[in-house]
Nanobody
């Protein structure tokens, strides 16, 4: 499956953004999906995951602020980000896996990343 993320941008602290990830090539609904992020000079980290049926899991750092969702009819994954903080600044990646997991290496398909910058 091919993935393309978009929706990043510059936002003030406390603001909101919604990321989208369009999938093509394989049956999107067969995959568990995840969002990861990588800040400058840091390792890529897990943000949120959603199973094919809609079950969700979040990193503690974003729980209560971010919401992952999917529309299988539109082959699209979303990440609604509210109450953004300076430390949320990173390149955000969407990824696909054959099972729901928080582990980076378990995801075999990755989008190109979209930059999210939170300013004070």
């Amino acid at each position: 499956v091919q993935l393309q993320a978009c929706g990043g941008g510059l936002v003030q602290a406390g603001g909101s953004l919604r990321l989208s990830c369009a999938a093509s090539g394989r049956t999107f609904s067969n995959y568990a999906m995840g969002w990861f992020r990588q800040a400058a000079g840091k390792e890529r980290e897990f943000v949120a995951a959603i199973s094919w049926s809609g079950g969700t899991y979040y990193a503690d750092s974003v729980k209560g602020r971010f919401t992952i969702s999917r529309d299988n009819a539109k082959n699209t994954l979303y990440l609604q980000m509210n109450s953004l903080k300076l430390e949320d600044t990173a390149v955000y990646y969407c990824a696909a896996s054959t099972f729901q997991t928080t582990i980076t290496r378990d995801y075999g398909n990755w989008g190109q990343g979209t930059q999210v910058t939170v300013s004070s």
